[in-house]
């Protein structure tokens, strides 16, 4: 049987590389192609080599996007693993009730992306409707956070399901030999 599952393997794997292949590796290419090209279409792209890169890192709204695209990047895989990690402690102790803390914690991350905005678009604007202030005369600032607490609320309990199951398979003499 082993030495079967070795000559088919190919052809075991040939779909999934295929559809990586198609649906990954070429459009990649692709963009990194058109990242040095001027076009309006793919079909017309002229090669402009890297005056698109020097002209974007003179722009100063895009180096203000980028800064708070790594800001954001950073503060939230920061907290999303710190909470999630906290919560996966909590919730592997002997408590009642940790499969329904569990559950709760996880269901956001079940909910698509369009609903999750719908979700958020809803409980922003009720909440700032008795404030009676509009969502778009806030600052960058606020937005920044509420993004950050939307990545929060949807990630960790995804995150905190990982850090269960590692800690819950933990060996018992690791746990000895530390106490």
């Given at each position: 049987m082993h030495k079967?599952?070795k000559?088919y393997?190919?052809?075991?794997?040939?779909?999934?590389?295929?559809?990586?292949?198609?649906g990954?590796i070429?459009?990649?290419?692709?963009?990194l192609y058109?990242?040095?090209?001027?076009f309006?279409t793919?079909?017309?792209?002229k090669?402009?080599?890297v005056a698109?890169?020097?002209v974007i890192?003179k722009?100063?709204s895009?180096?203000?996007?980028?800064k708070?695209t790594?800001?954001?990047?950073v503060?939230?895989?920061?907290l999303?693993?710190v909470i999630?990690?906290?919560?996966?402690?909590l919730l592997?102790k002997e408590l009642?009730?940790?499969?329904?803390?569990?559950?709760v914690f996880f269901m956001?991350?079940l909910i698509g992306?369009i609903v999750?905005?719908?979700?958020?678009?809803?409980?922003?604007?009720g909440?700032?409707?008795m404030?009676?202030?509009?969502?778009?005369?806030?600052?960058?600032t606020?937005?920044?956070?509420g993004?950050i607490?939307l990545?929060?609320w949807?990630q960790?309990?995804?995150?905190?399901?990982?850090?269960?199951?590692?800690?819950n398979n933990?060996s018992?003499?690791?746990i000895?030999?530390?106490?």
């Open positions: 079967a599952l000559r393997s190919p052809i075991f794997v040939l779909p999934t590389l295929l559809a990586f292949i198609i990954f070429v459009p990649f290419a692709q963009g058109l990242s040095f090209c001027k309006t793919v079909d017309n792209a090669w402009v080599g698109n890169y020097n890192l722009d100063a895009f180096l203000n996007s980028f708070f790594i800001l954001f990047a503060v939230s895989i920061i999303i693993n999630a990690f906290g919560l996966a402690l592997t009642r009730g940790t499969n329904i803390f569990r559950t956001p991350n992306g999750l905005g719908y979700i958020w678009q809803t409980l922003l604007n909440l700032l409707s404030w009676g202030q509009p969502l778009l005369k806030l600052s960058a606020n937005g920044f956070i993004m607490i990545l929060l949807q960790i309990g995804y995150m905190m399901i990982i850090y269960v199951a590692g800690l933990v018992p003499d690791l000895e030999a530390a106490q």
